[in-house]
């Protein structure tokens, strides 16, 4: 039985929340594994055959809804998309680059 402390679990600010972002990861390359299932008009394939989400002109994840930032294949994401996890140092990393010195979180919204 492992009794050592998940370090990166105790990392996540539970302050930042989705509902305070403006979806920043889903301007993210999201790298497609085999076990992933994607609608086939959602994959980019480069000239080396490695296949990614697609993203639109503006820069954000073509599965991303305009209107709600919602994800439309969330229930289909792939597995990165999964493992992604709200207020990991990777999301605060991200959100600090779009947002600058000020991250929003859900006291913000208060």
Do not use: F
């Amino acid at each position: 039985m492992n009794n050592l402390p998940d370090l990166y679990a105790e990392s996540v600010d539970p302050g930042v929340q989705c509902t305070s972002c403006e979806a920043i990861c889903c301007r993210l390359t999201v790298v497609l594994m085999p076990d992933d299932h994607v609608p086939s008009w959602l994959i980019h394939r480069d000239l080396h055959g490695m296949e990614t989400l697609a993203k639109g002109e503006d820069g954000w994840c073509a599965a991303v809804n305009p209107n709600t930032s919602g994800c439309t294949i969330y229930e289909d994401r792939p597995a990165i998309c999964r493992k992604y996890a709200m207020g990991s140092p990777s999301c605060r990393d991200e959100r600090h680059k779009w947002y600058g010195a000020s991250i929003p979180t859900a006291v913000h919204l208060l």
